[in-house]
């Protein structure tokens, strides 16, 4: 069973101004992606597939000396992004993926690693460093996936866990003899 947890963050100034420029980063990355989308549809008539995507980023990340900050699956992220929402697009679930704007795309999603939870330091991201995170509640399970969003009000933590689903008792539709409910005859 997989259960979402929320936290709150509280970035240092340095640590906000990393964090939005990695958001400003991926997002030129998610529309460069589309482009090339569009363009090879048009040129080629196929559309790209997962794969492709997550290489394409890794390419520009690798050319782009700014993008090399952001963790490689950051990065690989948002090739999913594109491809889920082309997807969506091309089996008519979703209208046509929009041009995003850098303050519409507002996370980024650590999918495996890059990221460690301690009670001393904080929640450490990969490029960004040791940020401060209110744990208001334990967190259970083995954490899947993590994605860090900004909000109006703040920034957030979401640790995606997976966990047993815990036992429920039988429901029972008839009362039992003897276990206090009337039945009138």
């Not at 709150?8 to 989308?37: I, V």
């Not at 950051?74 to 594109?82: E, L, S, T």
């Not at 979703?94 to 301690?118: E, M």
Request: some cysteine; overall charge positive.
């Amino acid at each position: 069973m997989l259960s979402a947890f929320k936290y709150r963050l509280y970035p240092k100034p340095e640590q906000e101004k990393r964090l939005d420029r990695s958001l400003f980063l991926l997002c030129n990355l998610y529309n460069n992606l589309k482009a090339e989308e569009i363009r090879r549809y048009r040129e080629e008539h196929k559309s790209t597939s997962k794969t492709r995507f997550r290489r394409l980023a890794l390419e520009a990340r690798k050319q782009d000396g700014e993008l090399q900050t952001a963790h490689s699956q950051v990065v690989q992220n948002v090739g999913d992004r594109i491809h889920w929402s082309f997807r969506n697009f091309f089996e008519r679930r979703a209208r046509f993926p929009k041009w995003k704007k850098p303050h519409r795309y507002n996370s980024l999603t650590y999918p495996q690693s890059g990221f460690k939870l301690s009670p001393e330091k904080g929640l450490y991201l990969s490029g960004i460093g040791d940020v401060r995170i209110f744990v208001h509640r334990p967190l259970l399970g083995k954490v899947k996936r993590l994605t860090i969003k900004r909000e109006a009000d703040g920034w957030y933590a979401t640790f995606i866990t997976e966990r047993e689903a815990p036992q429920r008792k039988p429901f029972l539709r008839y009362p039992q003899p003897g276990s206090g409910a009337q039945t009138w005859v």
